[in-house]
């Protein structure tokens, strides 16, 4: 079965610093997708960023960039230029492709929980 | 557009009484998925549905528990007779099918306590 570990529990960074969260996870499959939520106070889960295991390059979204590394299992986070804004829970998830019985569900981490600093 | 709407947003009753989460997915999409959330356990899936059909229904944690999806725009999930180890957030969350990439939205859940 398919496993998300996201090693930090709590993190911290100074405003307009930048900061890496770590997410691994354990598959024997080879075409998968990887995500990062964020979840502010609200509660409400926010899609961040998201991956596709056979892209080589590593996606971007504004401030938000992931390292991906296929071999290692590894997908970390990077947040650059933080804002207080980016205070929250984040959650690394994997799915699996749907097709072949498999419909897509995501498998969670236990979440990071992000402190901006002012 | 309206993004996945869940209701109630807070629910709070006495054990053994039965609950009712609603969830509308948003226009168009034709899968939905229930989570839990936990600080014990994180985030689980419950329950998922395509095209109205529960598909896996393998998180769901005993019979107390039940979900349907009667038509392409509502779903619910029911808990008959509550407990206070059902005390969680959950979340409904929707998606098309068709597209690996394509994300998962999720609605602001519901924070149910069980007294």
């Known amino acids: 079965a398919q496993t998300v570990t996201q090693s930090q529990p709590e993190m911290s960074v100074q405003e307009a610093e930048t900061v890496t969260l770590s997410c691994t996870y354990d598959?024997?499959?080879?075409?998968?997708?990887l995500f990062w939520y964020k979840q502010p106070p609200s509660r409400q889960m926010i899609l961040v960023i998201r991956?596709?295991?056979?892209?080589?390059q590593n996606a971007t979204e504004n401030r938000f960039s992931v390292n991906f590394q296929k071999a290692a299992k590894s997908f970390s986070l990077k947040i650059s230029d933080s804002q207080l804004g980016d205070a929250a829970m984040y959650f690394c998830?994997?799915?699996?492709?749907?097709?072949?019985?498999?419909?897509?569900?995501?498998?969670f981490g236990k979440g990071t929980k992000l402190s901006v600093k002012p | 557009d309206a993004g996945v709407i869940q209701s109630p947003r807070h629910e709070v009753t006495e054990m053994g009484q039965e609950v009712t989460l609603r969830c509308k997915p948003i226009?168009?999409?034709?899968?939905l998925f229930w989570y839990r959330q936990t600080m014990m356990r994180g985030l689980e899936l419950l329950i998922y549905?395509?095209?109205?059909?529960?598909?896996?229904d393998s998180g769901m944690p005993e019979d107390r528990f039940s979900a349907k999806m009667p038509n392409a725009s509502f779903s619910t999930l029911k808990i008959q007779p509550s407990e206070p180890r059902d005390s969680a957030v959950y979340f409904c969350?929707?998606?098309?099918?068709?597209?690996?990439?394509?994300?998962?939205?999720f609605g602001d859940g519901t924070r149910l306590s069980i007294l």
């Open positions: 969350a929707s998606s098309l099918l068709r597209g690996d990439n394509q994300p998962q939205h």
């Open positions: 226009s168009g999409h034709n899968s």
């Open positions: 991956q596709e295991a056979y892209k080589q």
């Open positions: 998830a994997y799915r699996r492709p749907t097709g072949g019985g498999s419909q897509g569900n995501l498998i």
């Open positions: 549905f395509n095209n109205n059909v529960p598909i896996d």
């Open positions: 598959t024997s499959e080879s075409d998968y997708y």
